[in-house]
């Protein structure tokens, strides 16, 4: 319920509404276990930090070259995450990079995207690979791995670089009223409760100015006014940063691992199971979400579109990623049509 008005939700013909509801409960049950710790919460201390240290050394063992694919997505998925919300693509590379000052890292921190930093330390988070846990030396080593091939700092940079990019690009624009913003950010905004009337508080805000000719509207000088109004913007900010640097998500941790418990049998035998899946699994509900509200709101046209571009994305994104690997291993990039000259296999 919103303000008193009861929201209608479809369900398809046959289906149980309330079966429906019940399923829907339980992965939001799930979600907020994941959050406050309750499933990593080991029934069986010895068993749990056996298959944590399992983890822990098969993550080392493998992502010590993910930052080579890493390199080529990461931004062509924030170019599309920034095509999406009317945003500048082409200095994507140039914004990563800037991140790397010590200058830019302090901004990144003041302006509060530190707070996804936070996040993932206290859910002790290692990207493409989930949750971490089991003893200390093999959290420490996996962490470590990860942070010397350049995985986490790209990563990091990575996010840095599209939340200080949405606060300049914000920024560029406060001179305008909310019908001359491009189409796609007045529909960012709408999608996380930003009408027209809160654009007139954020262009009443001061805009930071670290240095000449770089200004920022962030939330912590809307907060001074509108709290409220300031989280939503910070809100939309990190969200937005998990569809341009997709690292995993609650809602895929949760659908992957159900009610399962660390310290048993079944729940140390499914996270190993499930270690490299948690990203994919939230990057599918991400982006199958996202198409489905394109469609929903703008047609099936939309739909496709958006679909069309993250799927080219994608090939370009594979293909680049496999030919750094064929090449880091000493090999020749391998030919797109194969020995038959048939592009399928590829």
Known sequence: HIEGKATAVPVAAGKSAEGWASRKLHTIDNMYAILRGAGEAPVNPWLANLGGFVRNWTTASVLGAAWLPSLVTDPLYQMTARRFMGLKQLRTYRDIAAQFKGANRDEAVRAGLILD???????????????????????????????????????????????????????????????????????????????????????????????????????????ETDMPLAERYLGMILQETEYAIPSGTVRGRATLLGNTRAGTLVGEVWRSAVMFKSFGMSFALLQGGRIARETTRGGKANGAAYAGALALTMLLGGTLSIWLKDIASGRDPRPIGGPDGNPLPF
């Open 117 to 223: 930093s936070a996040l993932n330390v206290l859910g002790e988070e290692a990207r493409f690979a989930g949750s971490q846990s089991g003893p200390e030396l093999s959290r420490r080593i996996a962490d470590r791995v990860l942070t010397f091939s350049g995985l986490s700092p790209w990563t990091q940079a990575g996010k840095h670089a599209f939340g200080l990019g949405i606060m300049g690009e914000i920024a560029d624009r406060i001179a305008d009223p909310f019908e001359r913003l491009p189409e796609p950010l007045q529909r960012a905004f709408s999608g996380y409760g930003i009408d027209a009337a809160d654009w007139d508080k954020m262009r009443a805000a001061p805009l930071h100015q670290p240095k000449d000719g770089v200004r920022f509207l962030r939330p912590n000088e809307i907060a």
